[in-house]
């Protein structure tokens, strides 16, 4: 009878190493199973970050090109139009020229036949009585030069195409529409302040303790205005950055978002090689154009403004200006004093 019961245990050993194997093997395809499903997750992860990269990138070199290309195309019409017109002013001076040598011919012409003629004449006496009284014509003169000077007209084409092809080399901070620089370049409201003494400002060390760390305002930009590095830097540019919003200037300006009711404040702003207007206005300041300007700082009474030009500078109030001889450089330091009610502006470079 002990045998059955041997047989039966025997068969059971025998029927359970089988089933703890396809256990472990499960366990391991289980395993394998997630951890290709991870996997498989991952890539489809770095698939769709290449993928939305590479749309990115190419709409971003798309834009730059598109502005590069728009930009040289404006380029090629002007410099076309500059050398029209230098042709024309050279070739009129040459026809000018001509005019005096034909003119000069023609005398000589007459004064030629004049001399034939008495040759020619049979009477000694009036030979003679004419011969004397015959004067003949005036020197020639030199040649005047034409104005025509092939590297002159190309002027500062070389670094315009240079500044034009850097298009293609700016930051890509903001994936939106790029930035076309033209005849206005950036303005930039400085970001962390560095206290470094001016050598024509020796004030500038102590202004700095009213330092103010100021940011334009997208919603009031014009829609030519193009902001960048955090709201601190403003282009303007050809095509327009979108609709014009209800609180946004019909003129090329743009506010500040911050505001002052009392106390002292100092900010410091770096102008482009171009005209730009800087200044401080009452809430009140008109979005729309008033004028003939494109901005509207110091045209009224509840602005003032400082116009930096490319000869020189003017100070605007209320619509008039008065002119500031003498001063130069494109980092200005602006100090504002409301207890005194007094707006001073600074140059902080020669």
């Known amino acids: 009878m002990s045998q059955p019961i041997l047989a039966l245990s025997r068969c059971l050993s025998h029927g359970w190493a089988p089933q703890a194997q396809l256990r472990a093997s499960l366990e391991v395809t289980q395993q394998q ?79 030629g036949c004049r001399i034939q003629e008495l040759l020619e004449q049979g009477d000694a006496q009036t030979f003679l009585q004419e011969s004397q009284l015959l004067q003949p014509p005036g020197p020639l003169g030199p040649l005047t030069p034409l104005q025509w000077d092939e590297d002159q007209q190309l002027g500062d084409l070389k670094e315009l195409l240079r500044r034009l092809c850097g298009l293609l080399l700016e930051n890509r901070e ?36 009213n330092y103010r760390n100021l940011t334009f305002d997208p919603v009031s930009a014009n829609r030519h205005f193009y902001l960048s590095h955090q709201d601190q830097q403003v282009k303007h540019c050809y095509q327009s950055q979108g609709p014009a919003g209800p609180g946004s200037f019909e003129l090329w300006q743009v506010q500040c978002v911050q505001s002052f009711q009392a106390g002292r404040h100092y900010w410091e702003v770096h102008a482009s090689d171009h005209s730009v207007t800087l200044g401080v206005s009452y809430p009140q300041l008109p979005r729309c154009r008033l004028g003939p300007h494109t901005d509207n700082i110091g045209r009224g009474p509840c602005s003032w403004g400082l116009c930096v030009q490319e000869d020189g500078l003017q100070a605007w109030h209320n619509g008039e200006a008065q002119r500031l001889p003498g001063v130069s450089g494109r980092l200005l330091g602006m100090d504002l004093d409301m207890a005194s009610g007094c707006l001073t502006f600074y140059s902080l470079e020669p």
């Open 33 to 111: 199973a997630t951890q290709a499903k991870c996997q498989l997750l991952q890539l489809q992860k770095q698939s769709s970050q290449i993928q939305s990269s590479a749309c990115t990138l190419a709409s971003s070199v798309s834009g730059k090109f598109s502005s590069l290309l728009q930009a040289l195309e404006m380029q090629h019409i002007a410099a076309l139009r500059s050398i029209e017109a230098a042709k024309t002013q050279a070739l009129a001076q040459a026809q000018d020229e001509e005019q005096r040598l034909q003119g000069h011919l023609e005398v000589l012409a007459r004064h």
């Open 174 to 209: 903001h994936p939106g529409p790029p930035a076309k620089p033209v005849n206005l370049g950036p303005v930039e409201a400085p970001g962390p302040l560095a206290r470094i003494p001016s050598t024509i400002c020796p004030l500038r060390r102590k202004l700095q303790q």
